[in-house]
């Protein structure tokens, strides 16, 4: 949205464009401040990303293996304070999952003799 926004701003101002997507102006402003000086990000925005670089670290080393409750048991072992939820979230952002394993779905296939 925000990529838009300065794509199209020039043609038809950011207020109008803004207005027609229902959100304020002063939010693409903000969203664009923090672009430029990094220390206007909020607190949460700063750590999420020194927790994400974490999570990258940790999944790499396991061979993408590794879960959200593996890694975040790796993390707390580091030392970190992090929830797990917070892993969770992170890695949805990042678009890494760990390896799915379960059991084969076993189906009944019906004798045509009886």
Request: aromatic share 8%.
């Amino acid at each position: 949205m925000i990529a838009f926004i300065e794509g199209h701003g020039e043609v038809f101002g950011v207020g109008p464009i803004c207005r027609v997507l229902g959100i304020a102006p002063s939010t693409f402003y903000a969203h664009r401040a923090v672009e430029w000086d990094p220390e206007l990000a909020s607190a949460r925005a700063k750590r999420d990303l020194l927790d994400k670089d974490a999570i990258k670290r940790v999944f790499e080393a396991s061979r993408g293996r590794y879960g959200a409750r593996k890694v975040w048991h790796v993390l707390r072992r580091e030392g970190r304070d992090i929830a797990r939820c917070t892993v969770e979230r992170l890695m949805r952002a990042l678009q890494i999952q760990g390896v799915v394993r379960g059991k084969k779905v076993v189906t009944t296939n019906p004798d045509a003799a009886r």
